[in-house]
């Protein structure tokens, strides 16, 4: 059965990194070196012969430090605003970084219309195929600027996990600030166990993950779960790891137990477009 020991031979892997991995805690400003090491860490990936795609949250994140915010935006248009002005933000930090290591990062950004649109689809997987041939890596988002509730993925796990099973890759990995998935809110109950692997996603875990303040919370355990069926569905291994330690892409790679392990399903009649739900889309 193949598992962590298995995670070096994989050969097309997406990697998402949430904002609060990217940003110091306390300023919420960019955290550099640990951008740094990332960047670099990537850059073995693909010089080991990987495909590679970093899926990068921090768009709202950056904006907002970047035009001196005190507090996260709530109103749509102004989170739109930051995410215009943090996304490029973001990138310029990520082009000067890959540069260093000779490495020429893309920009894709993408909403939900992509996805369902098939000649929009169309168009993604092959400019994806044509980066990865070129060598490049991907950097994706969602593009908060142009989003509308009824075709936004909202969090970066749900829109990692399609790119996974878009691009067919056979690993995602989620940097969150967790450690991973437990029984129970190890903050609240000392008796909560970590679960290092899950086989299938069963229904006991799906009713657990639904009601996400009896699992870890802050990183939203229940989309978590949600992006694992994806990516275990079209045929990837999924592990969320704790972000805070960015070398811990390594440990991971080499197979040492870090995280929660989902094992592949590969479910023959995956449909990518069964996971994209929209609302009715309507001019008012
Ligand atoms: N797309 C959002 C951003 O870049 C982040 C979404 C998420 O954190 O899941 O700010």
Known sequence: MAGREDLKDKKRIVI??????LTHQETGRINLSKMERLVRILTDLRNEGKDVILVSSGAIAVGKETLGLQNRPTEKVEKQACAAVGQARLMMVYQKLFAEYNQVPAQILMTKYTMINDISRENAQNTFQELFRMGVIPIVNENDTVTTDEIEFGDNDTLSAIVTALVNADLLILLSDIDGLYTDDPRQNAEAVFIDFVERIDDRLDSMAKDS??????????????????????GADMIIANGEEINIINAIMAGEKKGTFFQAHRNENFKLLDYISTRQYSNK
């Open 213 to 234: 303040s009896t699992l870890v919370g802050t990183g939203g355990m229940a989309t978590k779960i949600s992006a694992a069926k994806i990516a275990t569905g079209s």
């Open 16 to 21: 998402k990194i949430g904002s609060s991995s």
